[in-house]
């Protein structure tokens, strides 16, 4: 019998599948090729990490899927000759959300909550109404922090976990941007956390790394606990 794998993909926001295939995607529904499957070329492509499923992303339409047959993998992505839908959700909202908590987990390494208001309401709430005064006040909190940085990792931290905040702003003005959004806010946290911790140490190389690793792994338990949430799923 085949082993079976539970992973993730997305698809993009028309529903269908791509490059040139055009099925519908539907929960319930096994999509299946000929064997056999070369990576990046032929075959059902996933990510058995949500967040790596995220660089791939071609829409805001998420699926968690069971795949077996033919399977070939690499470190973010793998390929199989079946996939079948068990859940799908529009993650528009969730990933918006993510940005914002990756943005959030890096910026008040560097400042206190209270320090920036408009920041902390766009953060904790996400409404459009606050998107410009939070863009405006997190561009402000980098350039002071850039003035101040004077070639230290640290300020050069602070000031990149600014730019996080305001990116999340940024990014979220586009329509069919949330993808894109978590995608670089999830980059920005776990690499600025990174320098964070590896600031204060020796070891330069050997922290980066610890901490990127660390930090790039928390985000994918939050994404992954609150997709599964939405789709109703506890595997």
């Not at 077996?68 to 390929?79: A, N, R, S, T």
Request: charged content about 25%.
């Amino acid at each position: 019998m085949d082993k079976i794998i539970g992973v993730w993909h997305f698809v993009a926001n028309n529903g269908k599948l791509g490059y040139g295939d055009g099925r519908v995607v539907a929960v319930g529904k096994t999509y299946s090729v000929a064997s056999p499957t070369v990576l990046c070329k032929h075959g059902m492509h996933w990510s058995r990490r949500l967040i790596d499923a995220l660089q791939y992303a071609p829409g805001n339409i998420l699926t968690y899927c069971e795949v077996w047959g033919d399977i070939k993998e690499q470190e973010d992505k793998g390929v199989s000759t079946h996939r079948g839908v068990i859940a799908m959700i529009d993650a528009d909202p969730l990933l918006r959300r993510f940005a914002r908590h990756c943005a959030t987990e890096v910026f008040y390494k560097h400042f206190k909550r209270g320090q920036h208001p408009a920041v902390d309401v766009w953060l904790e709430h996400g409404r459009k109404e606050d998107r410009s005064a939070a863009r405006s006040a997190a561009r402000s909190a980098a350039e002071l922090a850039a003035r101040s940085a004077a070639g230290s990792a640290a300020e050069s931290a602070a000031w990149s976990a600014a730019r996080s905040a305001a990116w999340s702003a940024e990014a979220d003005v586009a329509a069919g941007s949330a993808a894109e959004s978590a995608a670089r806010s999830a980059a920005w946290s776990a690499a600025w956390s990174a320098v964070w911790l590896a600031a204060r140490s020796a070891a330069w190389s050997a922290a980066w790394s610890a901490a990127e690793l660390s930090a790039e792994s928390a985000q994918n338990s939050w994404l992954e606990t609150e997709a599964k949430k939405l789709m109703g799923i506890e595997r």
